[in-house]
């Protein structure tokens, strides 16, 4: 077993190395300075998104019990364009992406996680996680219909700029928000990483984990507050990517075939590094960036959940 999962450490390091040296190099045409400035702005945002969901993801299954949910069940992503969406709506499209300050991107993750710790810290009181779940699912669909709503009646030049603050992108990444970020995700994956035997136990399920000493109450709430944060950081910083976490922890279950978080943390965070230094260097340099990396995630995304949700069904069947 330690083999197997050596030797998929190995292959996903000889990936990720190999998809960072021709993202880095490949048609720079001698322009190095320039092009390693750029791309690696880039890279920077696309490392530092991938570490962040794969953390969040795998956190958030623990806690749920469920390969098949993701933190955006809370509707956070929802959330994240309602915010938006109010903002270009109230002030003008023009007026906010000229005024882009640190205060508005710590404003952004400072609301998304108010919102789902309330929302955590209410439902969890009476011990129930399913709760808790559906009314996430009913408020990312209120939060959606609200942001459709202002959308339908927002002028047409401003919904316009609005598209384009709510596609993710990897490319127009503001180098002091992406600074921050890393600062805030580095401590939070911290706390992840240094409760990891926890969430071991934790995934024996809520009566073995008590009774081997873990007050688990305050023990989930602390980590949906974390996820949340980790979700809101990556979200603020590029934008919306619902099926990137899904696609990338369940294969990391594949690969590794553990339950050992310290494990799956690194496995994923390789994993989700191959995945959007790969897609972005294809949408780039093979696509000729007739489509987003964001596009291509929820395409394969969607494509993989419906074929995970068959698989089950055919097991149990």
């Given at each position: 077993m330690?083999?197997?999962?050596?030797?998929?450490?190995?292959l996903?390091?000889?990936?990720?190395?190999?998809?960072?040296?021709?993202?880095?190099?490949?048609?720079?045409?001698?322009?190095?300075d320039f092009?390693?400035?750029?791309?690696?702005?880039?890279?920077?945002?696309?490392?530092?998104?991938?570490?962040?969901?794969?953390?969040?993801?795998?956190s958030?299954?623990?806690?749920?019990?469920?390969h098949f949910?993701?933190?955006?069940?809370?509707?956070?992503?929802?959330?994240?364009?309602?915010?938006?969406?109010?903002?270009?709506?109230?002030?003008?499209?023009?007026?906010?992406?000229?005024?882009?300050?640190?205060?508005?991107?710590?404003?952004?993750?400072f609301?998304?996680?108010?919102?789902?710790?309330?929302?955590?810290?209410?439902?969890?009181?009476?011990?129930?996680?399913?709760?808790l779940?559906?009314?996430?699912?009913?408020?990312?669909?209120?939060?959606?219909?609200?942001?459709?709503?202002?959308?339908?009646?927002?002028?047409?030049?401003?919904?316009?700029?609005?598209?384009?603050?709510?596609?993710?992108?990897?490319?127009?990444?503001?180098?002091?928000?992406?600074?921050?970020?890393?600062?805030?995700?580095?401590?939070l994956?911290?706390?992840?990483?240094?409760?990891?035997?926890?969430?071991?136990?934790?995934?024996?399920?809520?009566?073995?984990a008590?009774?081997?000493?873990?007050?688990?109450?305050?023990?989930?709430?602390?980590?949906?507050?974390?996820?949340?944060?980790?979700?809101?950081?990556?979200?603020?910083?590029?934008?919306?990517?619902?099926?990137?976490?899904?696609?990338?922890?369940?294969?990391s279950?594949?690969?590794?075939a553990?339950?050992?978080?310290?494990?799956?943390?690194?496995?994923?965070?390789?994993?989700?590094?191959?995945?959007?230094?790969?897609?972005?260097?294809?949408?780039?340099?093979?696509?000729?960036?007739?489509?987003?990396l964001?596009v291509?995630?929820?395409?394969?995304?969607?494509?993989?959940?419906?074929?995970?949700?068959?698989?089950?069904?055919g097991?149990?069947?």
């Amino acid at each position: 077993m330690k083999r197997k999962i050596w030797g998929a450490f190995v292959l996903l390091g000889v990936l990720a190395v190999g998809a960072i040296l021709l993202f880095l190099t490949y048609r720079t045409y001698g322009n190095w300075d320039f092009a390693l400035k750029l791309r690696g702005k880039k890279l920077a945002a696309l490392a530092l998104v991938g570490i962040l969901t794969s953390f969040a993801t795998i956190s958030f299954q623990t806690v749920t019990e469920n390969h098949f949910l993701t933190p955006n069940i809370l509707g956070l992503d929802s959330l994240y364009v309602l915010i938006q969406t109010v903002s270009f709506f109230v002030f003008g499209g023009a007026q906010m992406l000229s005024q882009q300050s640190l205060a508005q991107f710590l404003g952004n993750i400072f609301l998304v996680t108010l919102l789902s710790t309330l929302l955590a810290k209410a439902l969890l009181k009476n011990r129930n996680l399913f709760l808790l779940l559906m009314v996430g699912m009913i408020l990312g669909t209120f939060f959606s219909s609200i942001s459709t709503f202002l959308q339908v009646i927002m002028d047409p030049n401003e919904y316009d700029l609005l598209q384009g603050k709510l596609f993710a992108s990897f490319g127009n990444v503001d180098s002091q928000f992406l600074g921050i970020a890393a600062v805030l995700g580095l401590v939070l994956i911290s706390l992840l990483w240094y409760w990891a035997p926890k969430l071991d136990v934790l995934h024996l399920g809520r009566d073995q984990a008590i009774n081997l000493g873990i007050q688990v109450d305050h023990f989930q709430l602390v980590l949906l507050i974390i996820v949340s944060m980790l979700v809101a950081i990556s979200t603020a910083l590029v934008g919306p990517v619902t099926f990137l976490g899904f696609i990338v922890v369940n294969v990391s279950y594949q690969l590794f075939a553990t339950y050992e978080h310290r494990i799956l943390f690194s496995g994923g965070a390789l994993l989700a590094l191959v995945a959007l230094v790969g897609g972005q260097f294809l949408v780039e340099q093979v696509f000729s960036l007739n489509t987003t990396l964001s596009v291509v995630i929820e395409f394969v995304g969607g494509i993989y959940f419906v074929a995970k949700i068959i698989q089950e069904r055919g097991k149990q069947a």
